[in-house]
Every structure is written in C-alpha cells, then in structure tokens.
C-alpha cells in the first residue's frame, strides 16, 4: 500500500477521482483486512464475512440471525466504528473462486478431479449444501429446493445494504459441475452456456426482477448506517427487528428467523415505500405477525419463494395484495419480502 498522501494525491487526480476502488482486502499469505484495510476514503471492500454469514445463515446454521442483520444493514460491525458507509461493504455471496450459486446449494464438498491436483487444491470451508443429493439430481423435491435455495440466497443480496455483487452465470443457475477453482479450464466446465432452459429462465426471471425491485426503492441504498436513527417526519424507526411476533426478535442462538421492516420515510428525499423482509430457515411453515406499516399504507406481496414461478417474485409495481393485513405464512427455507404501498 502506498503512502497516504500520495493514495491522497492520486485519489485527486482527474482520470481517477471519480473511479471506484474495491480491494480484495486478502492474500495467499493469510493477511486478513476485511473491515480493516486502510481506505484512505476511498476504498470499498470484498466484504467475505458477508459471503461466509450469507451462506451460513440461509442453510440453516444455528447461531447466525445476528450475524444476518449485520449482514441485510450493511455490516455496520465491520465498517461503521470506522466512519465507512454501507457502500464500503460489496456484497457478495459467490465470486470467481468457489462455487457458483448453483454448485452451492448442490454439492457438500469440492469436486475438483479434472484439475489434475488430486482434489487438494481449491477451498475446503464452502458453507454449502447439497440439499439431499450430491450432484445432479433426478428428485423433483430436491430440484425445487435447490430452487429455492438459490432464489434465497439472490433476494437476500439484492435486498441487502451496500453493493451488490453477482457473479456471471448465476442469474441463469450456471454449473461447474461441484469445482470449486476451475480457474485453470477453458472447457465446459467454465464456459458460459447462453441457452436458456426452463429452470435458467426461471432464475433469470426472478433475479431480473429483484434487481429492478432495488433500483425503485432507495431506502434499499443508503447512503449511512440507519439501525438505530428515527424518520424525523414520523418518528418511527428507520430500521426495526421482528420474528414470527411483530416487535420481538428471536436473537437466541437456536432461532431461524428473522424480519426486518424499513422505513421509506427515513428517505431524505421524497419518502420510499416501507420494506418488510420476513425469513424462516426453519424445514417447515410459520406464522409470522407483520407489524403495520405507516398511515395510509397497505403491504402487498413482492417475493415470496416458496412460491412457483411466476408466483415467486412480481414486477415492481405489480405487487397483490395480502389475504391477511397482520399474518403471513412463511414456508420452510423461505424469504417474503413485502412493499407498504399507498395504493
């Protein structure tokens, strides 16, 4: 790393002053910065602990609601004691080394024999799961919790504080067949299939949709920590933690679930839609109690995935209505997320 006056003076400089810096703040010695890597105000960060609580969190690991919220809010524990944004954390839960979405909700462990080193090389610690069945599977149970799993693991990222990150392939479900470092292949292994088979729409289809949902609400980009801070125009807090009660978290190390509500008004421009992300790790259904969302304000349904498609997700804009203004079931391994809209 470079001096801080010259990182200063090269930061100023017109073909670089607007660029965007990421570190990848790692290295193949084990020197370790991720949330420590000196930004000079400048440097956003490969936030990997998002990755590794991500994973985690959505295959059920006990012990990781709190870290979850961490995650959804903009890793505010790694970043905000140091004055940092939530756009310093990219977030990401795949990248070009490791699995792929769909290798990580289909494999339990690497399979890495056509790189020649024996299965040695690549990670060992990939927090993935396979869902039943090692490998490619004929089970429809098993294809459409692989489904889901990835439909998860896409919404909570792209519902999350701070920047998203995607790796190529996954809007699609692309496989490499359980390599976990297939970088050293210019075969099928790490090609890019463009042809889109039913199960690749449906993924692309509800990827493209969630993306377009956080392009249409800023109070899914902000700008500084909110947990904590009250909307000056209501007083409500900007950022509020429930469970399958409204208002009552489950933070204990054996929980599964966790909903967070946001609130449009924290917006300092015109105010948003408020925000309801409701998950149940659990196997099987829950009741949960939505609590209200502001005056003159009704929840209707964006994503809910234990859904089929195209029930899964909606165009923004679109949304229906819930049955319930106060409940919603929760199917098991499942995420909802809910829009109070005015209309």
Not at 34 to 47: D, L
Not at 165 to 184: K, P, W
Not at 300 to 317: I, Q, V
Request: hydrophobic share 35%; aromatic share 10%; charged share 20%.
């Amino acid at each position: 790393m470079a001096d801080p006056p010259l990182v200063l003076a090269l930061a100023q400089h017109p073909l670089l002053k607007k660029c965007k810096l990421i570190a990848e703040a790692w290295d193949a010695g084990g020197l370790y910065q991720v949330g420590s890597f000196p930004s000079y105000g400048r440097w956003s960060e490969w936030n990997g602990q998002y990755r590794d609580r991500t994973r985690k969190f959505i295959k059920g690991d006990l012990g990781m609601v709190g870290a979850a919220a961490q995650c959804l809010t903009g890793s505010k524990d790694l970043y905000g004691t140091w004055g940092r944004p939530p756009t310093t954390s990219i977030n990401f839960v795949t990248c070009h080394d490791g699995f792929t979405l769909h290798d990580l909700f289909s494999y339990n462990g690497k399979h890495n024999e056509a790189n020649g080193e024996g299965n040695r090389d690549g990670a060992d610690d990939n927090h993935s799961w396979n869902c039943g069945w090692e490998g490619p599977a004929e089970d429809p149970g098993v294809l459409e919790l692989r489904r889901r799993m990835m439909k998860n693991a896409m919404l909570f990222l792209l519902v999350s504080h701070g920047v998203p990150m995607l790796l190529m392939g996954d809007e699609v479900g692309r496989s490499q067949g359980g390599n976990n470092n297939a970088y050293c292949h210019d075969s099928a292994i790490s090609w890019m299939d463009w042809r889109m088979t039913d199960a690749a729409r449906e993924q692309f289809e509800f990827t493209r949709k969630c993306i377009a949902f956080r392009h249409a609400h800023p109070v899914l980009r902000p700008s500084n920590f909110r947990e904590g801070h009250h909307c000056p125009r209501s007083g409500r807090p900007a950022v509020s933690w429930h469970g399958t009660r409204s208002w009552d978290a489950d933070w204990s190390p054996g929980s599964r679930v966790l909903a967070c509500m946001l609130s449009g008004d924290a917006v300092k421009s015109e105010a948003d839609d408020d925000i309801y992300i409701g998950m149940n790790m659990y196997w099987h259904p829950l009741q949960f109690e939505v609590p209200s969302p502001r005056a003159g304000r009704h929840w209707r349904w964006f994503a809910n995935t234990s859904m089929p498609t195209p029930l899964d997700c909606a165009e923004p804009g679109e949304e229906r209505p819930l049955d319930s203004p106060s409940r919603i079931l929760i199917g098991g391994r499942s995420i909802v997320v809910l829009v109070g809209t005015a209309a």
